[in-house]
Every structure is written in C-alpha cells, then in structure tokens.
C-alpha cells in the first residue's frame, strides 16, 4: 500500500501517493480553502476518496507551530482558521486510518536531509520561499524542532494576494 502525502501551502495542496521507497507514484493538486476547517477537511476527504483503495496511510505538510508528536497545532502560520486545533483528529473524525503532521518547513528539511542535497551534511538549513516563509533545521541528520517547535521558522511574511483572501475571510 502506499502513502498519500499533502503538503498543504497557503495557496495549494499538493499531494501525491509514495511508495515506500518515497518514489512518486502519482500527484496532484487542489486550491487550499481558507474559509475554514471544514472545507479543509472536507478538501482533504475528496482527495483520500479518489485514492482510498490504494493507501494505507495519510502524511501532511503544512504551515504553522506544530506538534508532531500529536498532531497539535498551535500558531497557523498561513492557514489562520487552523489555530489550537489537532489536525490529526479532525482528520480521523472522518478517516480511519494512520496519519502523521510536521511543519512544511521541516517536512522540506528533513526531504533534503534523506534524499535531497543535504543527504551527504549532517547539520544544514532549508530556507521555503512560497505564500509565506518557512524553514527547518538538521542538525546531526536529525530535525531540530527547538522547546516550543519553532526552531527554522524564520518569519511569516504573506503575499499581497493571501492578505487579501485572509482579510477576506476575516470579514
């Protein structure tokens, strides 16, 4: 069975299945809703729902100051309705298989770290330039999340396009 994995930016949800090996099988990718948990939920369920029968497990990548550990997450980031919430059981509320959560900027350095340009570093930094910007840490081949999981983040900075859909639907 493979992985579906999202990486969920402030503009786009990028996803695609993996094997095990983390080899792309297929990808796509849907416009990130920024009224509401709900339909970002319910964005993430049509997604499953196209591969349901082909995966065993869900990985998500997303903006904001997260506890992996369990799914909590604490600031935002760019996706501003998703303050103090555990995404992981709103995701289960709906889905009944394993899923996991790490900051985007994390998810990229620890991709780096495994497959990418870092693979031959042990300590390295990532720096994400997208709706907002992010970053993460390897320090020993390891993320370093920091006592408060803020470790890499570098600032949060929006477009001139996202602050008028945040303000939006703020109104």
């Known amino acids: ?13 990028k996803y695609a299945l993996m094997d095990k090996d983390f ?26 729902k196209k591969h349901e029968e082909e995966v065993d497990g869900i990985a998500l990548s997303m ?39 790490e900051n985007d900027g994390k998810s990229a350095a620890l991709a780096e770290a495994f497959k990418g340009n870092l693979s031959n ?13 992010g970053g993460g840490i390897i320090k020993d081949k390891k993320i370093h999340k920091g006592s408060h999981f803020f470790a890499g983040e570098f600032s949060f900075i929006l477009g001139e396009d996202q602050k008028k859909d945040l303000k939006t639907s703020l109104l």
């Open 23 to 48: 080899n792309i099988l297929k990808k796509g990718e849907e416009k990130t809703p920024l009224d509401s948990l709900n339909s970002l939920i319910n964005t993430i369920l049509k997604i499953y």
């Open 1 to 13: 069975m493979e992985k579906l994995v999202l990486d969920i930016g402030g503009s786009a949800i």
């Open 63 to 101: 903006p904001g100051n997260i506890d992996s550990k369990n799914g909590q997450i604490y600031q935002p980031g760019a996706i501003l309705y998703n303050a103090n919430i555990n995404i992981i059981k709103e995701i289960n509320k709906l889905i009944d298989i394993p899923v996991s959560v």
């Open 121 to 133: 570093c042990s300590d390295g930094v990532v720096l994400i330039l997208g709706t907002g910007v």
